[in-house]
């Protein structure tokens, strides 16, 4: 490493996905940096779920736990904002505080933000009883009453997905009309023994602090205790725009095209975790950062070598 570049790598985020990277490259004896901006996406829940010996921790308590735990192997960390970044050989990372960080490679863990239906009242329950991923949440709300909330035709995937924890299911079709569903979703619906309700909905009803159902625009009102929406994916990727990396547009989003290590298409830029795909759970976050900072240290040091010959 020459002196130009302070770090080996500057990881730009410092959610499960990014902490996982500097982990791995710590204990490698890279010098790494982590810039947080704490923002982090499952931040509105109280509880991590379906991540083996760690269910139940509230995600805060996680991300304290990461950040003491890769410190241990002199990672950095700065909580600021990543606002630009130009290549220079390596990669030089400009802060909102001021400061320009400058990496040999860069790995990108920037997340997505959920961009959630313009219902009133939605935003201020998200994560309480009003979830996105039953995988997530269901045991925990399982056999109470449910509502899905459609935005698209695929609000049925999650209707008959949510039908698994509760056979207390109805699917508001909201601004969706009902000849846009396929017949065979109608079967499927039929048989899952979801109800299916139009019209579109204009607000929540809360009892206590906590939700009680589900108000139309034609003043009905459908009791509900749990409503499932879909967020539409907002996936940070002003960085790998900026370097010039390639895109590929999917349902759920715009994401980098990668390989199986998380290697964008710019030379020394990888991306982790919900910064490269949709449906990265913290699990997956922690396994994809992990595969990026063990890809890194290896391009790294065969890089050194490679130059070290060649000198």
């Given at each position: 490493m020459t002196e130009r570049y302070a770090y080996d790598v500057v990881v730009v985020g410092g959610g499960t996905a990014g902490l996982s990277a500097a982990l791995v490259l710590g204990r490698s004896r890279r010098r790494t940096l982590v810039v947080d901006a704490g923002e982090p996406r499952n931040a509105p829940a109280d509880h991590t779920h379906g991540y083996?010996?760690?269910?139940?921790?509230?995600?805060?308590?996680?991300?304290?736990?990461?950040?003491?735990?890769?410190?241990?192997?002199?990672?950095?960390?700065v909580r600021d904002r990543a606002v630009d970044v130009t290549r220079e050989g390596g990669f030089a990372v400009a802060l909102a505080g001021g400061r320009t960080v400058r990496g040999r490679a860069l790995v990108v863990a920037t997340g997505l933000r959920d961009g959630l239906p313009d219902v009133p009242g939605l935003a201020e329950r998200f994560g309480r009883d009003v979830l996105h991923?039953?995988?997530?949440?269901?045991?925990?709300?399982?056999?109470?009453?449910?509502?899905?909330?459609?935005?698209?035709?695929?609000?049925v995937h999650q209707a008959l997905m949510v039908s698994q924890w509760s056979k207390?299911?109805?699917?508001?079709?909201?601004?969706?009309?009902?000849?846009?569903?396929?017949?065979?979703?109608?079967?499927?619906?039929?048989?899952?023994?979801?109800?299916?309700?139009?019209?579109e909905v204009t607000g929540l009803v809360v009892e206590d602090d906590r939700l009680a159902g589900v108000r139309l625009a034609d003043g009905t009102?459908?009791?509900?205790?749990?409503?499932?929406?879909?967020?539409?994916?907002?996936?940070?990727?002003?960085?790998?725009?900026?370097?010039?990396?390639?895109?590929?547009?999917?349902?759920?989003?715009?994401?980098?095209?990668?390989?199986?290590?998380?290697?964008?298409?710019?030379?020394?830029?990888?991306?982790?975790?919900?910064?490269?795909?949709?449906?990265?759970?913290?699990?997956?976050?922690?396994?994809?950062?992990?595969?990026?900072?063990?890809?890194?240290?290896?391009h790294l040091l065969m890089t050194d070598l490679d130059a070290a010959v060649g000198g």
């Amino acid at each position: 490493m020459t002196e130009r570049y302070a770090y080996d790598v500057v990881v730009v985020g410092g959610g499960t996905a990014g902490l996982s990277a500097a982990l791995v490259l710590g204990r490698s004896r890279r010098r790494t940096l982590v810039v947080d901006a704490g923002e982090p996406r499952n931040a509105p829940a109280d509880h991590t779920h379906g991540y083996l010996s760690r269910d139940g921790m509230s995600p805060a308590e996680f991300l304290a736990i990461a950040r003491e735990e890769t410190t241990r192997y002199g990672v950095e960390l700065v909580r600021d904002r990543a606002v630009d970044v130009t290549r220079e050989g390596g990669f030089a990372v400009a802060l909102a505080g001021g400061r320009t960080v400058r990496g040999r490679a860069l790995v990108v863990a920037t997340g997505l933000r959920d961009g959630l239906p313009d219902v009133p009242g939605l935003a201020e329950r998200f994560g309480r009883d009003v979830l996105h991923c039953p995988y997530c949440h269901g045991w925990e709300v399982r056999d109470q009453a449910f509502g899905v909330l459609a935005t698209t035709p695929l609000g049925v995937h999650q209707a008959l997905m949510v039908s698994q924890w509760s056979k207390d299911v109805i699917f508001f079709l909201h601004t969706v009309a009902q000849e846009e569903l396929a017949d065979d979703d109608l079967r499927r619906l039929a048989a899952a023994g979801v109800k299916v309700v139009a019209g579109e909905v204009t607000g929540l009803v809360v009892e206590d602090d906590r939700l009680a159902g589900v108000r139309l625009a034609d003043g009905t009102a459908h009791d509900r205790q749990v409503l499932f929406v879909a967020p539409r994916a907002v996936p940070r990727t002003g960085l790998l725009e900026r370097l010039g990396a390639k895109l590929r547009e999917t349902p759920f989003g715009t994401y980098p095209v990668v390989d199986e290590t998380g290697q964008t298409t710019v030379p020394g830029v990888w991306a982790a975790g919900n910064a490269m795909a949709f449906a990265e759970q913290v699990v997956n976050a922690a396994a994809s950062g992990y595969r990026a900072g063990a890809t890194i240290n290896a391009h790294l040091l065969m890089t050194d070598l490679d130059a070290a010959v060649g000198g």
